[in-house]
């Protein structure tokens, strides 16, 4: 389970959104050093996406009935949004050339990559509907368990994010040379979010 969960998580963190958009724009325009130091922005966010959301499930797990079901429906309709946002015509891929950023302080760097984390209803909406599929409340606490999830995706998020963030001048110029592939990809994770979600609403493990 916590394999598939760590793909969920890669999928997701390769997917376009205001995070992934914001480093490539500021490591092509501006460096991976200051690329670096929003990523810590972005994984403050997180950090705090993370502790909200484990305590949030904590109490709605424990006190609502059937709220699992509720929140694994929400899941596999998120799921089936995402696939849709990834193949929807003019929908933006993770390397199509970025537009230019100003060159910023440390501080400032690191705050902007804060609140672009802190404000994008995607990581929110991520937590709350795919941990409680992964969350047993009969193998121990689901604080724990949550919070596992949670720095599972953060370690991933984090390291991919890195990557991309040391690749992505090169890789922005070769997608903007081979568009076919930027198609390609969208379709790719498109796939992926709904086969995600066919295979969570087939689940009956609860």
Do not use: C
């Amino acid at each position: 389970m916590l394999l598939l969960f760590a793909f969920a998580a890669l999928v997701m963190v390769l997917t376009p959104g205001p995070n992934m958009i914001y480093l490539v724009t500021r490591s092509v325009t501006q460096g991976r050093k200051a690329a670096m130091i929003s990523l810590l922005g972005v994984a403050a966010g997180l950090l705090f996406h993370i502790t909200l959301v484990s305590f949030g499930l904590t109490s709605i797990l424990m006190a609502i009935p059937y709220a699992y079901t509720t929140l694994k429906t929400i899941g596999v309709i998120y799921l089936l949004y995402m696939a849709w946002q990834a193949v929807k015509p003019g929908g933006r891929a993770v390397f199509e050339s970025a537009g230019q950023l100003k060159h910023d302080t440390p501080l400032r760097l690191f705050s902007m990559g804060l609140f672009t984390s802190v404000l994008n209803p995607k990581v929110a909406v991520f937590y709350l509907s795919l941990f409680p599929q992964f969350i047993k409340p009969e193998y121990g606490s689901v604080l724990i368990q949550s919070l596992t999830l949670g720095f599972i995706q953060l370690t991933i998020s984090f390291m991919v994010n890195s990557l991309i963030i040391f690749s992505a001048a090169r890789v922005t110029r070769w997608f903007s040379a081979n568009p076919g592939w930027v198609r390609a990809q969208k379709w790719v994770m498109g796939s992926v979010f709904a086969g995600l979600a066919l295979k969570m609403a087939l689940d009956k493990s609860k």
